[in-house]
């Protein structure tokens, strides 16, 4: 059973993004929950285990192993499934003497396009849920490209690659940040007037960049995203799409 849970934001994979709150709360927990992904995405264990000897801390790692979805399902009720799959695994991972806060590692920020929380709400009984705010891969992919996050006094639109392969551009939009696009989905616009500026593995030394009218760059994201995934496995990456006067 989990009394007090800890969502910790790590940033984008370097430990310089972890905020002083951030490692006073790594030192202080009990017990970290370590997701094993399968093969090929070592890196990202790894990389969780750096951060936490970055951090100083000593806490117990508890490792287990991700649950796959089932992509049959329709894509409410599969990732639903998949959620309640994960909550148990983390119970189940526990040993029956735990005591103490438990943590658990979040890419980014755990409010910010992140299923942690929900899951956490699974939990029965339900924990004491601390939350540690960290960088996202919006400034992450700002930061690297030193462009600001919207113009002046302009709105800033944040959605999916899902929503804007099945509706397009949003109405009105101006800047559009794309999280959680595993298909390029930005290749279904029309391109233009578009610029992008695109980033993977931001903060890491992997970081791969780039940038351009949404016509000319698209192709070498395109190339360049297989190409990386390719090579590590795996790939987390983000882009930021903004309409530029014609």
Known sequence: M??????????????????????????????????????????LADLRLAILAAAGAEAQVVPFDMPVRDETLPYQERVARWHDAIATAWVAALPEAAHGPVALLVWGDPGLYDSTLRIADRLSPKPQIRVVPGITALQALTSAHAIPFNTVNGPVTVTTGRQIRDHGWPP????????????????????????????????????????????????????????????HGWIMDTYLLRRQAL
């Open 2 to 43: 989990i009394t007090d849970l800890w969502l910790i934001g790590i940033g984008t994979g370097s430990p310089d993004h972890i905020t002083l709150e951030g490692q006073r709360a790594l030192r202080e927990a009990a017990i970290v929950l370590l997701p094993r992904k399968g093969p090929g995405k070592d890196d």
């Open 172 to 231: 009105d939009a101006e800047t559009l940040v794309v999280m959680l696009d595993g298909t390029c989905a930005f290749q279904t616009l029309d391109p233009d007037g578009l610029h992008i500026w695109w980033g993977a593995y931001l903060g890491m030394p992997e970081q791969i960049l780039d940038s351009g009218p949404l016509a000319e760059a698209a192709p070498r994201i395109i190339a360049k995203r297989a190409e990386a995934r390719a090579a």
